[in-house]
Structure formats: C-alpha cells, structure tokens
T-cell receptor
Framework: DAGVTQSPTHLIKTRGQHVTLRCSPISGHKSVSWYQQVLGQGPQFIFQ???????GRGNFPDRFSARQFPNYSSELNVNALLLGDSALYLC?????????????FGPGTRLTVL | QKEVEQNSGPLSVPEGAIASLNCTYSDRVSQSFFWYRQYSGKSPELIMSIYSNGDKEDGRFTAQLNKASQYVSLLIRDSQPSDSATYLC????????????FGKGTLLTVNP
C-alpha cells in the first residue's frame, strides 16, 4: 500500500510570496494533520482535519490556512512568506481521530524562503 | 505550556549494546505516547506506540511508560549502526484535536 505522499518535495520562494503544499493520506485514512519542523527541533502542530473539517489549530498566525477535500487529500497554504517560515512541512495521516490513533508521516516538503 | 522533554544527546553506544532513550512530559492528561525515528534529511518514522503503564516490546525495541512519573523510555537492544538517527518522543495531548506534542529529539550514534 502507498504511504502518505506530499508534493512538491522541495520549494524555494522569496519573502512575501504565497505557497501551497499538498498531501494525500494513506488509503482509508480520514484524518490529516500538518506539522512544521525547523532544524534541530521536533515537529510543531499546525492543523488537523477530519472529515473535511478543521478539528484543531496550533499556535500559528492566520497566514497559515488549510483545507481537506472530499477524497481526504489536503492542502496547506501559507501567505506573505517570512524567512522564518523556512522549514520541513510534514503531513501525517491517521485512520480516524482519537487519542490512540497512530499518525504516519509523509516525506515532507522542504520550503526555503529567501 | 504542555511540553515533552528529551536529552538532546548525542548519545553514543557501541554496536551490540543497549541504547536507552528517555522522555518526560508535563501534561498529565496525555493518553498515548509514540517514538519516531528520524534519519538525517528524512521524515519521522513511527517505531513504537504505548498507551498503558508498563513495558511494550517489538523486536529489538521496548517502550516503557510510567504515568505516575510522567516518564516514557525507549530501549534498543543489540544496537546496530543503522539505528543511528534522531529519536523523537511524542505525546498525544488529548483535548479536542489529539495533536502530537514532540520533544526536540535525541541523536543516537551507534559505533561499529
């Protein structure tokens, strides 16, 4: 079975631009979460979507937004990019939603903001 | 601020030894705990999950949970050079979004 897929793999943008990152969860998984990982740190929670609805949001500015589609794939959008947005963006999928659900990460999108 | 703390390392062990990785968490309502392995330049890979007090074994890996002490550990027996990676401890923070809160990770180096 295919794992979580993300696109693009790498992305270079300049300050002030907008970026869209895409994620397809494992087949049969209905929940997608987004995390940001900067060098030397653990992943930080950005959003969780389940059944196309936002179920949780981390401590990120409104420049970050996301959505989930009927096929459970998801997009993360970041507006007005800042240098500090340079990071590895990870998508994680889980089968349902709850405290015991294992989350499986995709390969990530490495975003560099110049 | 709900936190997960790990020693950043590096932790260096010889091949064949037992590597012991530790983690503490601050949120008493956390219900589930996970260990991820992350190779340099790659994404985290789930290797163990634990929900109840005690030990859980899977091959060379043993996860231990003590909710009273808010402590989670991962033991890697017969360590191999291929185990060299950063190990991330994560706690499910409960509440309404079931997000994972991660520690900063411990860098493990297994020397041949």
């Amino acid at each position: 079975d295919a794992g979580v897929t993300q696109s693009p793999t790498h992305l270079i943008k300049t300050r002030g631009q907008h970026v869209t990152l895409r994620c397809s969860p494992i087949s049969g998984h209905k929940s997608v979460s987004w995390y940001q990982q900067v060098l030397g740190q653990g992943p930080q929670f950005i959003f969780q979507y389940y059944e196309k609805e936002e179920r949780g949001r981390g401590n990120f500015p409104d420049r970050f937004s996301a959505r989930q589609f009927p096929n459970y794939s998801s997009e993360l959008n970041v507006n007005a990019l800042l240098l500090g947005d340079s990071a590895l963006y990870l998508c994680a999928s889980s089968q349902v939603r709850g405290p015991y659900n294992e989350q499986f990460f995709g390969p990530g999108t490495r975003l560099t903001v110049l | 601020q709900k936190e997960v703390e790990q020693n950043s390392g590096p932790l260096s062990v010889p091949e064949g030894a037992i590597a012991s990785l530790n983690c503490t968490y601050s949120d008493r309502v956390s219900q589930s705990f996970f260990w991820y392995r992350q190779y340099s330049g790659k994404s985290p890979e789930l290797i163990m999950s634990i929900y109840s007090n005690g030990d859980k074994e899977d091959g060379r890996f043993t996860a231990q949970l003590n909710k009273a002490s808010q402590y989670v550990s991962l033991l890697i027996r017969d360590s191999q050079p291929s185990d060299s990676a950063t190990y991330l401890c994560a706690a499910n923070s409960g509440g309404s979004n079931y997000k994972l809160t991660f520690g900063k990770g411990t860098l493990l180096t297994v020397n041949p």
